[in-house]
């Protein structure tokens, strides 16, 4: 049951998809807590996905952006102040895209060209949205961002690919920008490391099954939901958090801080005869 967490907070949501997708149950989330929200994704995501059936259940406008476009940044930083009547109080950051991982071309076989893309895409476009908000003054005061992270920033899961190196880069660009955004303008940012998870980008992982199942296995809580994330993502939005950034916050059932579990153990154990 919804308990208006947002209720007056205005907010930009980057990269909902489909349904499956991290930042379209954030959207529905935040809209069910007293938000009132803009949607927004790459030109091509929008033809591909379903963006304006969650923008009818929203009752929310639909603005095309390319994250990696500074022209097109700062155009949706005014628009979305126009058509919210003011200034937001949160940002979702929900991008991420390797054309190696996409052309299934090992890591250690880069295409270097692909891995600035995917640099781009998935960790600079952060830089891009904060910069924007800042130049626009696009945010207010006590605000928050937050931008979608995973454990390989730290360890190493070979099938991640370069998403590992851009997610450390993501992660580095939270804490930097939120320095300077926390003594300008009070704004705070934060990643959250989430759980693998069943959406349209996650599942293209190589053996994205198979470590799922890891995960869920590894940890005490199980893996958790694209739908618990969502409330996650609330409640940095919301005021309970106002004193909270530069952080990332693993929330993975448990998995970060887990070594082994008696039934990873166990499945061993069979393995071996």
Not at 37 to 46: F, G, Y
Not at 247 to 269: K, P, R, Y
Request: proline share 3%; charged share 20%.
């Amino acid at each position: 049951m919804a308990n208006q967490l947002l209720k007056g907070k205005k907010g930009i949501i980057f990269g909902a998809l489909d349904e499956r997708s991290i930042a379209w149950k954030t959207a529905l989330e935040a809209v069910a807590e007293g938000a009132e929200i803009v949607l927004t994704n790459a030109p091509i995501a929008l033809r591909m996905g379903k963006i304006n059936e969650l923008a009818a259940q929203c009752n929310a406008q639909v603005i095309p952006a390319d994250a990696t476009s500074d022209a097109d940044l700062d155009a949706l930083m005014v628009k979305s102040m126009e058509i919210l009547g003011g200034k937001v109080d949160f940002i979702l950051h929900s991008i991420g895209m390797s054309p190696n991982v996409r052309k299934t071309i090992p890591y250690t076989e880069s295409n270097h060209e692909n891995f600035l893309k995917t640099l781009d895409i998935s960790a600079l476009s952060l830089h891009r949205v904060l910069q924007a908000a800042m130049k626009a003054d696009a945010i207010n005061e006590w605000g928050s961002v937050v931008a979608l992270s995973y454990i390989a920033a730290q360890r190493t899961f070979p099938g991640y690919n370069d998403m590992a190196d851009a997610k450390a880069v993501l992660e580095s660009i939270a804490r930097s920008f939120g320095y300077h955004y926390g003594f300008k303008k009070k704004v705070r940012v934060n990643t959250i490391s989430q759980s693998p998870t069943v959406t349209t980008a996650g599942s293209g992982v190589s053996g994205f099954d198979v470590f799922y199942s890891y995960a869920d296995k590894m940890s005490p809580l199980g893996n958790a939901s694209a739908e618990d994330c969502a409330k996650y993502c609330i409640m940095f939005f919301s005021d309970y958090t106002r004193m909270v950034t530069m952080q990332n916050l693993f929330h993975d059932g448990g998995f970060s801080n887990t070594g082994v579990s008696a039934m990873i153990v166990e499945d061993l154990q069979k393995a071996n005869g």
